[in-house]
C-alpha cells in the first residue's frame, strides 16, 4: 500500500500538494495558531475548543458532590475571585486605606453586570452594619489580616468557567492599573485568573520552545542530509502537520471539551514525529537516488522499504497512545486526542504529500550542500559495506566482540537510575510553584501569611438525607461532624450553621484547609475528613456524604490514576507484545521489546526524581525545585515514550528481520542492522531531544518535568537501548531470537520492509 501511495503521489504532485495546500489553509483558520504567525481567521475556533476547566468521570466523589448542589441548591457554581489590597504603612482604620478599596471596589463594578456580578468587601456603610446577621458579621471579619494592613474583597465573575475566564480580563486590567499606586499592593487570585495566568506562561513556554527547537532541529538536519533543501523539507512538513491538526481539533473541540494543554502536546509531538518520519524516508529516498534509480522509482522504493516502516511504526505509537483515553479524566484524554491526531496526521503527510514534494523537487534534493557535510549527498549508502561506516562500524565492532560486558555497562547505571523511581512522591505542582514573580504565586504567598488559601478553594461537604430539625438523626451528626473538625487545626469552618437548601433534603458545610489547596498535605487532609470524621460522624445515619471542592477533586485524581494505571500498563504492553510478534514473527523479540521499553521509561522516571526531587544537577539545568512529580506524569511519559521508542526498535528490527531473511546469518543482520539504522536512529533521537528539551526550557515546573522526562528517555532509548543493548542481547541469542512455537505459525507474516532486492520498476503495478 505504501508503494502504491507513493507512485501515486509522485505522479499526481500538483493535486496531491494543492489538497495539502487547501488542508493547511484551512487548519491555520481553525486553529488561529498566533504562535506560528498564522492568524488567517477572523474566529479563533480553538481557542473556543479548550479550556483550562479538568473534568472527572467514572463516577469520581468530587463532581458527584458538585452536581448535587448544583441541582438542588445553589444553581452553577460561582466563579469567586479574590482581590488583594495590602499596605506597608497604612491600616483598614485609616480613612486613606477605606477610600482606596471603595475606589477599587467601585471600578470593578463599573465593568458592568455582564462581567461583574457582585463585589463584597470589608467597608460597609454604618448604617447598614446593624442590619448584617451574625454569620455575615463575622465573614467580614475573616476578611481583614490579623495587623489590619491586609484585607481581601470577593468578586463574583458572571457566566460559567468559560465565560468568567473571558471576563477576567477587563479585571485583571484595573487590578494590574491599581497596584503599585498610593503605595497600595494589589493583587487577585481565584480559579479563573489563575487558568489566564496559566494560559499565559503555556503559551510562553510554547513559543520559547518553538524559538529553540525548530533552529536546534534544523542544525542537526543539515548535519545528517548535508545540503539546505534536504533538511527544509521535514520542518516544513512538520509545520503543516502542526496547522491541519490544530484545524482538526478545533472541529472537535466544538463538541469534546479539550484541556488546554492539547497544543502543547500537539506541537511538540507533531515537530517530532513530522520531522522523524520525514527523515527516514528521504534518507532512503537519496540513498536510493545515489544507487542509480530516477526520482520516480526512487520514491517507489522508498514508500515500500522506509515507507511500510514508518506507517507501522506510527500505528504502532498510535495504539499506545490510546491507552490515555482509557482513564476518565478530560486531561489524559485531551492528551491523547491531540497526540494520536497529530501523529496521524504525521503519517498521513509523510506517505503522501512527502512523495510529491521529493517528485517536485526531484535530484534538487541534493542542492545547496553544506561544506564537508555536503558531500554525504552524493555518495551511496552501502551499509553491508562496514569501511564506508566507520565510528558506528567501530560501536557494531565493539558491542557484537563483548556482549556481555556491553549490556553490564549500559544496563547497570540505568537499573540503578531506576532504583530511584521507588522514592517518587506525586502530587500536584500548584500556584505556589509557578515562577518567580508571577501574580498567582504572590497572592497564594499573601493568602497563607494572612488569611488561608483555602479562602480561595474551599472545601465543601455535601449531605444528602432529610435533613430535619434540630435533634434530627441528620442533624446530630452534622453537629458531631462540625465538633470533629473545629478541633483540627487544619481547618477553618466557614460558618457556625450549614447551608441547607429549601427542600430540606440537602445541606452544605463550608470549610478552609490551610495549604496550597492541590498539594498533597492538603489532600490527605480531606483524605481524614472522607476516612475518619465523616464515618465517625454519620454511622449508623441514613444519608448519603460527599466531599467536594478543588482539594477533594485533586484526591480523586489520584485515586483515578492509581487505579487506572496498570489498568494502561496492560493495555500498552498487550497491545505492543502482540503487534511486534506478528511483524516479526518471534516471541523472544516481543519479550525483549517490552523490557527494553520500559527500562527506558524506568531511568526516565528515576531521573526525574534524582533532578526534581533530590536536586541533583537541577541547578545546572535551571529547574525549578519541586517536592512532587505531578501524579500524571509518570503514566502519561510511559503512553507517549513507549509509542515514541517504537519507532526506533521496529526501524533498527526490520532492518535486521530484512537481512535475516536474506542470509540466515543472524550475527551478520545484526550488524546490519545496526551499521544502517544506528547513525539515522540517533540523529531521529537527538531531534527529538531538541524539541522535547526546549520545552523543558520553559518557566513552568510541569513543561520542565515533561519535556525533560521525554528527551532523557528518548535520548537514552535511540543510544544506549536500540544500538547497545538491542544488539548485544541479539548476539547472545543468535538464531533464538527468532523462536516461534509450531502451534503459533499460523500467525499471518506481516512483514515491515520489502525485501531489498525487489525493483520497484519490475514489480506488478509497472508491468
Not at 28 to 45: K, M
Not at 108 to 132: D, I, K, M, N, R
Not at 151 to 158: A, K, Q, V
Not at 386 to 409: K, Q
Request: with cysteine; glycine share 8%.
Amino acid at each position: 500500500m505504501t508503494e502504491w501511495l507513493a507512485r501515486i503521489c509522485a505522479r499526481k504532485a500538483v493535486l496531491v500538494l494543492g489538497i495539502w495546500a487547501v488542508l493547511a489553509i484551512v487548519g491555520g483558520i481553525l486553529g488561529d495558531d498566533a504562535e506560528l504567525g498564522l492568524n488567517l481567521g477572523p474566529v479563533d475556533f480553538l481557542d473556543s475548543a479548550t479550556t483550562t476547566e479538568f473534568k472527572l468521570g467514572g463516577g469520581a466523589e468530587a463532581p458527584r458532590a458538585e452536581r448535587l448542589l448544583q441541582d438542588r441548591l445553589r444553581g452553577p457554581k460561582p466563579r469567586t475571585e479574590i482581590v488583594i489590597v495590602q499596605s506597608d504603612s497604612l491600616t483598614v482604620e485609616d480613612p486613606e486605606f477605606a477610600a482606596k478599596v471603595v475606589e477599587l471596589a467601585s471600578q470593578l463594578q463599573a465593568l458592568g453586570p455582564e462581567t461583574v456580578s457582585t463585589v463584597e468587601h470589608y467597608f460597609v456603610p454604618e448604617q447598614l452594619l446593624p442590619l448584617l446577621t451574625p454569620e455575615q458579621l463575622a465573614q467580614r471579619e475573616q476578611t481583614v489580616s490579623a495587623d489590619g494592613r491586609t484585607t481581601i474583597m470577593r468578586l463574583t465573575l458572571t457566566g460559567d468557567f468559560d465565560q468568567a475566564l473571558k471576563n477576567v480580563e477587563p479585571v485583571l486590567d484595573v487590578v494590574d492599573e491599581a497596584d503599585g499606586e498610593d503605595g497600595f499592593r494589589v493583587l487577585i487570585v481565584g480559579d479563573a485568573s489563575i487558568s489566564h495566568e496559566q494560559n499565559e506562561l503555556a503559551e510562553s513556554d510554547l513559543r520559547q520552545g518553538e524559538r529553540i527547537g525548530l533552529p536546534v532541529a534544523l542544525i542537526i538536519l543539515v548535519v545528517l542530509f548535508g545540503t539546505i533543501v534536504a533538511a527544509l523539507m521535514p520542518v516544513g512538513l512538520s509545520i503543516v502537520c502542526v496547522v491541519v491538526a490544530f484545524g482538526i481539533t478545533a472541529l472537535i473541540g466544538q463538541v469534546f471539551d479539550l484541556i488546554f494543554f492539547v497544543t502543547l502536546m500537539i506541537i511538540m509531538i507533531g515537530l517530532a514525529v513530522g520531522i522523524d518520519y520525514s527523515l527516514i524516508i528521504i534518507s532512503r529516498y537519496r540513498d536510493e537516488l545515489a544507487r542509480g534509480l530516477d526520482v520516480q522509482a526512487a520514491i517507489a522504493r522508498a514508500g515500500a522499504t522506509a515507507g511500510r516502516t514508518v506507517l507501522f511504526s506510527g500505528l504502532t505509537v498510535v495504539i499506545a497512545l490510546c491507552g490515555m483515553l482509557i482513564v476518565p479524566f478530560s486531561f489524559f484524554q485531551s492528551l491523547g486526542i491531540g497526540a494520536i491526531l497529530v501523529v496521524l496526521v504525521a503519517l498521513a503527510a509523510t506517505l503522501t504529500l512527502l512523495p510529491a514534494n521529493l517528485a517536485l523537487h526531484g535530484t534538487m534534493i541534493n542542492r545547496l550542500p553544506v561544506p564537508f557535510f555536503g558531500k554525504r549527498s552524493t555518495q551511496p549508502d552501502d551499509p553491508s559495506n562496514a569501511s564506508g561506516h566507520g565510528f558506528w562500524d567501530r560501536i557494531t565492532r565493539v558491542v557484537m566482540r563483548f556482549p556481555h560486558i556491553s549490556i553490564a555497562v549500559v544496563a547497570a547505571p540505568m537499573v540503578v537510575a531506576i532504583v530511584f523511581y521507588f522514592q517518587i512522591d506525586t502530587g500536584l505542582n500548584g500556584v505556589d510553584v509557578f515562577p518567580e514573580g508571577a501574580q498567582s504565586r504572590e497572592a497564594f504567598e499573601v493568602m497563607e501569611q494572612d488569611f488561608s488559601f483555602g479562602l480561595v478553594y474551599p472545601t465543601e461537604i455535601v449531605i444528602d438525607g432529610n435533613i430535619g430539625e434540630d435533634g434530627s438523626p441528620v442533624r446530630n451528626a452534622i453537629v458531631k461532624l462540625q465538633t470533629s473538625l473545629e478541633g483540627d487545626q487544619r481547618l477553618v469552618l466557614a460558618s457556625p450553621e450549614p447551608l441547607v437548601n429549601d427542600a430540606g433534603d440537602l445541606a452544605v458545610v463550608t470549610l478552609y484547609i490551610q495549604g496550597e489547596s492541590r498539594s498533597q498535605a492538603t489532600v490527605d487532609v480531606a483524605t481524614v475528613i472522607r476516612e475518619e470524621y465523616i464515618p465517625a460522624a454519620f454511622e449508623g445515619v441514613e444519608a448519603e456524604v460527599l466531599v467536594g471542592g478543588v482539594t477533594a477533586e485533586t484526591a480523586d485524581v489520584f485515586s483515578t490514576v492509581s487505579t487506572y494505571t496498570p489498568i494502561v500498563f496492560a493495555f500498552v504492553l498487550g497491545c505492543s507484545f502482540l503487534i511486534l510478534m506478528l511483524v516479526f514473527r518471534s516471541l523472544v523479540i516481543p519479550i525483549k521489546a517490552v523490557i527494553m521499553n520500559l527500562l527506558s521509561v524506568g531511568t526516565a522516571y528515576g531521573l526525574l526524581v534524582l533532578v526534581f526531587q533530590k536536586g541533583v544537577a537541577r541547578d545546572l539545568l535551571g529547574f525549578q525545585e519541586a517536592e512532587v512529580i505531578d501524579a500524571w506524569i509518570p503514566l502519561f511519559l510511559f503512553s507517549i515514550l513507549f509509542g515514541l521508542s517504537m519507532d526506533y526498535h521496529v526501524f533498527l528490527l526490520s532492518r535486521i528481520r530484512e537481512r535475516f531473511d536474506q542470509t540466515g546469518d543472524n550475527a551478520e543482520a545484526v550488524a546490519y542492522g545496526l551499521r544502517s539504522t544506528a547513525g539515522l536512529i540517533t540523529g531521529a533521537a537527538l531531534i527529538m531531544v531538541a524539541v522535547f528539551g526546549a520545552f523543558a526550557a520553559g518557566d513552568t515546573i510541569i513543561n520542565q518535568q515533561v519535556g525533560f522526562g521525554l528527551s532523557v528517555a528518548i535520548f537514552l532509548d535511540a543510544t544506549l537501548v536500540r544500538s547497545v543493548l538491542v544488539p548485544a542481547t541479539m548476539e547472545l541469542l543468535g538464531s533464538r531470537n527468532w523462536y516461534l512455537p509450531s502451534f503459533l505459525r499460523w500467525l499471518p507474516d506481516l512483514r515491515v520492509e520489502a525485501e531489498e532486492g525487489t525493483d520497484p520498476r519490475s514489480s506488478e503495478l509497472e508491468r
